[in-house]
């Protein structure tokens, strides 16, 4: 079965920090493209961040920028983001995605987490 | 990177047709073969739909299908079913980005 699932999530402080994993099991992990999408309450889908497979290749949307690091361990088949300099605004549930095809790039987000809330408040 | 416009809601009868659009522009929509659509129920996580344009992931109904002209998508839903009653969302590659659009809440009537 496949599947994802993500832990991490809290609530912080602005300004403070957190490190959100996603583990993924019944697929080769080390084959796809991995993705981070947060929806904040009451809102739309928001992408964040993307890591190629071998982690070569790295983007961020200009909201997050310099603020968030993506980064991934294939042989724990884990997928991370850290979270710094957080603000009020980065409060949304967070899920981790994998793309659709092995060793592609489609830019899509096919098997889903059931997400992490983080909450940045005073 | 602004996000992608479609409608805030359409709605459609049983075993009627359903066509949402998603607007974009030449950088992101208009060039991109990389435009994807997700159906979400509230309180879950996002379902696959539609990737790369017009492709069907394993599982997904061939009542559903993309498209797209120019710098705007759709997704066609047909055959509308009580249970296709959800929010919509497109997203498309922009360029060391990927861009959501806004929304969509389909009601079956």
């Known amino acids: 079965q496949v599947h994802l699932v993500e832990s991490g999530g809290g609530l912080v402080r602005p300004g403070g920090s957190l490190r959100l994993s996603c583990t993924a099991s019944?697929?080769?992990?080390?084959?796809?493209?991995m993705s981070w999408i947060r929806q904040a309450p009451g809102k739309g889908l928001e992408w964040v961040s993307l890591?190629?497979?071998?982690?070569?290749?790295?983007y961020y949307a200009d909201s997050v920028k310099g603020r968030f690091t993506i980064s991934r361990d294939n042989a724990k088949r884990s997928l991370y983001l850290q979270l710094n300099s957080l603000r009020a605004e980065d409060t949304a549930m967070y899920y981790c995605?994998?793309?659709?095809?092995?060793?592609?790039?489609?830019?899509?987000?096919?098997?889903w987490g059931q997400g992490t809330m983080v909450t940045v408040s005073s | 990177q602004s996000a992608l416009t479609q409608p805030r809601s359409v709605s459609g009868s049983p075993g009627q047709s359903v066509t949402i659009s998603c607007t974009g522009t030449?950088?992101?929509?208009?060039?991109?073969?990389?435009v994807s659509w997700y159906q979400q129920n509230p309180g879950r996580a996002p379902k696959l739909m539609i990737y790369?344009?017009?492709k069907r992931p394993s599982g997904v109904p061939d009542r559903f299908s993309g498209s797209k002209s120019g710098n705007t998508a759709s997704l066609t839903i047909s055959g509308l079913q009580a249970d296709d009653e959800a929010d919509f969302y497109c997203?498309?590659?922009?360029?060391?980005?990927?861009?959501f659009g806004g929304g969509t809440k389909l009601t079956v009537l």
């Open positions: 030449s950088s992101d929509v208009g060039f991109s073969i990389y």
């Open positions: 790369d344009v017009d």
């Open positions: 890591i190629s497979s071998r982690s070569s290749t790295m």
């Open positions: 019944g697929f080769t992990f080390s084959d796809y493209y």
């Open positions: 997203a498309s590659y922009a360029g060391y980005s990927v861009i």
């Open positions: 995605a994998r793309d659709p095809r092995a060793n592609y790039g489609d830019y899509a987000f096919h098997i």
